[in-house]
C-alpha cells in the first residue's frame, strides 16, 4: 500500500485538520486522549462496542506507533472516525 506523505497526521494535524475540513476546534489533549482510550480498548482484548453508541467507536489504528515520539495515523481514516462518531458536530 502506497501512503502520500500528506494523508500521515499527529495530534497537532489531526487538530489542524478538522478545523480545517469541519469547523469545530478539539483541542489536542482530546486527541490524545482518544489515542489513550484507544490503547486501553486495544490492551482489553478489543471488546465488542455496542453498534447503537457509534461515538464510542475507538480511534483507528496508527499507522506507526512513534513518529518524532508520536503516533501516526492515515487522515483518509480519521476524518470518516471523525464523522461517524459525531466529533465533527460543533457544541
Known amino acids: 500500500m502506497k501512503i502520500e506523505a500528506d494523508d500521515v497526521v499527529g495530534y497537532v494535524e489531526i487538530v489542524a485538520r478538522a478545523h480545517e475540513t469541519y469547523g469545530v476546534t478539539i483541542p489536542a489533549d482530546t486527541a490524545r486522549s482518544w489515542e489513550k482510550r484507544r490503547a486501553a480498548w486495544e490492551k482489553a482484548g478489543r471488546p465488542v462496542r455496542?453498534?447503537?453508541?457509534?461515538?464510542?467507536?475507538?480511534?483507528?489504528?496508527?499507522?506507526?506507533?512513534?513518529?518524532?515520539?508520536?503516533?501516526?495515523?492515515?487522515?483518509?481514516?480519521?476524518g470518516p472516525w471523525?464523522?461517524?462518531?459525531?466529533k465533527t458536530r460543533s457544541k
Not at 464510542?56 to 503516533?71: K, Q, R, W
Open 50 to 78: 455496542s453498534a447503537s453508541r457509534p461515538d464510542h467507536e475507538p480511534l483507528p489504528d496508527p499507522i506507526a506507533a512513534s513518529v518524532n515520539g508520536s503516533p501516526a495515523w492515515l487522515w483518509s481514516q480519521i
Open 82 to 86: 471523525l464523522e461517524r462518531t459525531g
